[in-house]
Nanobody
Framework: QVQLVESGGGSVQSGGSLTVSCVIS????????MGWFRQAPGKEREAFAEREGVAGIDSKGTTNYADSVKGRFTISQDDAKNTLYLQMNNLKPEDTAVYYC?????????????????WGQGTQVTVAE
């Protein structure tokens, strides 16, 4: 059974840093593409298509970022720990959202919610002024 479990969310002041993590288990194939998405406050969790792609990494380690986070966020993975990370620096109030990790058995990456079959439950990140 595939499971994605996020952790590490919390509250931080504007300009601060947070790292969120996602432990991924249950995949048969090792070629995974993975991503981080976020959903802004006031959006229903069921509004799947409204999740914004923040960062992604394909099975070869090539990364992709939304323009709004380039230079501030870094996606990385630790294969030994089956863990995906999102390091977030210089956080802004507009980064406040529920952050979700996602995974798909694929050698390529599309940073859109429709591409991914497997999702975590989300972790809240709040950035105060």
């Amino acid at each position: 059974q595939v499971q994605l479990v996020e952790s590490g969310g919390g509250s931080v002041q504007s300009g601060g840093s947070l790292t969120v993590s996602c432990v991924i288990s249950g995949f048969t194939y090792r070629e995974l593409s993975m991503g981080w998405f976020r959903q802004a406050p006031g959006k229903e969790r069921e509004a799947f298509a409204e999740r914004e792609g923040v960062a992604g990494i394909d099975s070869k380690g090539t990364t992709n970022y939304a323009d709004s986070v380039k230079g501030r966020f870094t996606i990385s993975q630790d294969d030994a720990k089956n863990t995906l990370y999102l390091q977030m620096n210089n956080l802004k109030p507009e980064d406040t959202a529920v952050y979700y990790c996602a995974a798909e058995s694929s050698t390529y990456l599309l940073l859109t919610p429709e591409f991914f079959s497997y999702w975590g439950q989300g972790t809240q990140v709040t950035v105060a002024e």
